[in-house]
């Protein structure tokens, strides 16, 4: 029911989303070009909630990757097949996803924290499995160092789920799946209120 609900949710707010996501904010593209710098030319980035392909997957293009993207939101989708004609854009659900190609790099930013932390730990382990050594993984989550239960807000006036671990705990898990912390930035901190804030990493498989 929670899946069909997000669905539908970015679905319906495809147009107020393609007006303000066409660009990376400052420390959301110094995080990018420490993951671009970090990858082999040519090689294949897999993008998870891939949106529209703005900003993310067209600068991958555009700087030389094979992107394949993946998004439950059939109207971002078919933006996303305009706006980066170059990249393949495939329907799908994160979390249930096979991903049977080897990228060596992942994106999954501004998506994983639409679910259940309970689906984190396992999203987190098939992306391990599909980097190979020394592969780079681009992760956005919560920010906030307060456990914080799962709640809903709006954007654009329809209403969104919202969960994460602590920026703490998540590297904890990431240690335990193999990873290593190369970079970690907070993209920005809680208000206070309904904004709970944002953390951005660059985690490698095996160091870099």
């Not at 307060?146 to 920026?167: A, H, K, L």
Request: proline content about 5%; hydrophobic content about 40%.
């Amino acid at each position: 029911m929670r899946r069909v609900l997000m669905k539908a949710n970015y679905d319906l707010i495809c147009e107020q989303w393609k007006a303000v996501r066409n660009e990376m904010p400052g420390k959301d593209s110094e995080l990018f070009d420490f993951f671009l710098n970090g990858l082999p030319r040519p090689s294949k980035v897999l993008d998870l909630g891939c949106g529209s392909g703005l900003p993310i997957a067209k600068r991958l293009t555009e700087s030389g990757f094979s992107v394949v993207g993946i998004d439950r939101s059939e109207k971002l989708l078919e933006q996303a097949r305009e706006n980066v004609p170059q990249g393949e854009f495939l329907t799908a659900e994160i979390e249930s996803y096979d991903i049977d190609t080897e990228y060596s790099g992942v994106v999954l930013w501004d998506c994983l924290f639409h679910l259940p932390r309970e689906q984190h730990r396992l999203i987190l382990e098939k992306v391990y499995q599909t980097l190979p050594k020394g592969g780079l993984l681009m992760l956005s989550s919560g920010g906030s160092d307060i456990d914080q239960p799962p709640f809903t807000d709006f954007m654009f006036g329809v209403e969104f789920f919202y969960d994460s671990y602590t920026p703490d705990i998540l590297i904890a898990l990431c240690d335990k799946i193999g990873f290593t912390v190369e970079k970690f930035i907070v993209v920005n901190k809680p208000d206070g209120a309904n904004d709970k804030g944002r953390i951005g990493m660059i985690l490698s498989k095996g160091g870099i």
